[in-house]
């Protein structure tokens, strides 16, 4: 990415004057905060501490006011009469979901109701126009569909009131700083020097700017607070408590970036961006801003927090359900394995999990027993002359595969991942191949984006890296669905190994 110097130039903007909010003490200078140099203006204001409150709230975020505002507000009409309790719930729970898919609980920079408002009304409409149709079909009775859709008009208005109200409140709660969350911007040109002075005179923005980070941690005047350099982020982020990054046009490679936000404790944070292109907006959803900067979220590139929940709860769902249905299957295999190459039915070796952590997988032997160091090693055994009839069939159908049920329900292991791999070929294929490594931020899968794909077998690991890390930063619950759909399609028409 492009940079740009610190030093004052006719057309950049005027440092901030230091003004801090009332409630605000300011903070003794930080080891990490640069000293101007003799001779040049001193215009940077260091990080100041946070108050008290906002150090108890830190853990708050918007949705959780929201969500019950709108549960509320849904549910209303059940206090009025509770002859169209069935038809409040769907409708409750619709509503919901939609707000859900459009975006309606996720963070804002910029709140207000007027901006949410045509988003809102549409998908209420849409919500109402379903659960209308559905109690039209159940219902011949006009009067009892129209006494239910009046139910319906009352909770819509209600869910509309208890938004303004709720977006009234987190403006106040942001601006008394009752609620605020550390930011560092990454970058230390004209556009993070503005984003620095929106941030500190404005917060109703619910970040509190701690300083910046840059390549280097050399700057050439002080006008912006520069913490350190871009390798530093990673133990700024945990010395300062950093909930929030914002990227504005910081002197580096996107590879670089990418390879420092991806850490540990990089990748816990909410990541926003100002977008190179300011002219240009995303046609989903609608615009956030700092100021006049349009700013968009960068979607989690770490699966954490509610989505591993979602994604962790069904996972033992299906593996739980899965075992159960597919019992008398597992059975056979067993037994067929047993007659294929007699004792030792199960197949147990050490794969590498999530964070790097080891784990032993659970297969049906497909073949007769093998030296243990060449089991480690051995890349391919597709050709193989001690792979018998049954496990041929077996590993072609990657009915094999299937006591990995039981990784998957003890957390090993997940439906949906990057494919899980020896010790010896990680380490070697992380050497070689820059992003494997970052595949390992999820958990291993019984089949995944890159298998369902065409990467099987003798395929570029590069390639099998890219699909990894791609299905990682855009899982859905949706994606595994569809993964999955593909991979019974695949056993079926026998594309296995």
């Not at 219902?139 to 239910?148: A, K, L, N, R």
């Amino acid at each position: 990415m492009s940079g740009h110097s610190t030093t004052s130039r006719p057309g950049t903007p005027t440092p901030w004057t230091g003004e801090q909010p009332g409630s605000v003490e300011p903070a003794t200078t930080p080891k990490t905060a640069p000293v101007p140099r003799p001779g040049l203006e001193t215009t940077a204001v260091l990080p100041y501490a946070a108050t008290r409150t906002s150090s108890r709230t830190r853990l708050l975020r918007a949705w959780m006011m929201t969500v019950p505002i709108d549960i509320v507000a849904l549910l209303f009409p059940l206090l009025i009469s509770q002859d169209y309790w069935r038809g409040t719930l769907v409708n409750a729970g619709l509503t919901m979901a939609i707000f859900a898919a459009g975006g309606l609980y996720q963070a804002r920079r910029h709140v207000s109701i007027l901006d949410e408002l045509p988003s809102i009304v549409g998908r209420l409409l849409a919500s109402a126009a379903v659960v209308a149709i559905i109690a039209a079909e159940r219902h011949s009775s006009v009067e009892y569909v129209g006494g239910f859709m009046r139910g319906v008009a009352i909770s819509a208005g209600l869910v509309i009131v208890g938004r303004a109200l709720s977006r009234a409140l987190t403006i106040l709660v942001r601006k008394r700083r009752w609620v605020e969350h550390n930011a560092i911007i990454i970058g230390s040109g004209p556009v993070a020097l503005e984003l620095a002075r929106l941030l500190r005179r404005y917060p109703r923005y619910g970040l509190r700017f701690v300083g910046c980070v840059d390549v280097t941690a050399q700057q050439d005047s002080a006008v912006l607070p520069l913490l350190g350099s871009l390798n530093e982020l990673e133990k700024l982020v945990r010395v300062l408590k950093c909930e929030v990054l914002v990227i504005a046009d910081p002197d580096c490679r996107e590879s670089e970036l990418m390879d420092t936000l991806l850490l540990p404790h990089s990748s816990r944070c909410d990541l926003w961006e100002v977008p190179r292109l300011w002219g240009s907006r995303s046609q989903g959803g609608y615009p956030d801003h700092i100021g006049a900067i349009p700013i968009v979220k960068v979607g989690d590139i770490s699966l954490s927090g509610p989505r591993w929940a979602i994604k962790r709860a069904s996972d033992v769902a299906f593996s739980g359900l899965a075992l159960f249905l597919l019992s008398p299957v597992l059975l056979l295999c067993a037994l067929a394995t047993f007659i294929d190459g007699g004792r030792g039915i199960f197949f147990y070796q050490e794969r590498i999990g999530r964070f790097g952590k080891p784990f032993n997988v659970v297969k049906f032997r497909s073949m007769r027993p093998v030296d243990e160091t060449e089991s480690q090693t051995n890349w391919s055994i597709a050709n193989d002359r001690r792979v018998g009839p049954i496990g041929r069939f077996m590993r072609r159908t990657s009915l094999d595969e299937l006591p990995q049920l039981w990784n998957i329900l003890r957390g090993d292991m997940s439906v949906v991942g990057p494919r899980p791999e020896r010790p010896y070929f990680v380490e070697k294929f992380s050497a070689e191949y820059p992003n494997y490594a970052m595949r390992h931020r999820v958990p291993v899968g019984l089949t995944g984006l890159a298998q369902v794909s065409g990467l099987r077998g003798d395929t570029p690991i590069s390639d099998r890296a890219r699909f990894d890390n791609y299905y990682i930063e855009n899982w859905s619950l949706w994606l595994d669905i569809k993964v999955v759909l593909r991979t019974i399609s695949e056993v079926f028409r026998g594309g296995g190994r």
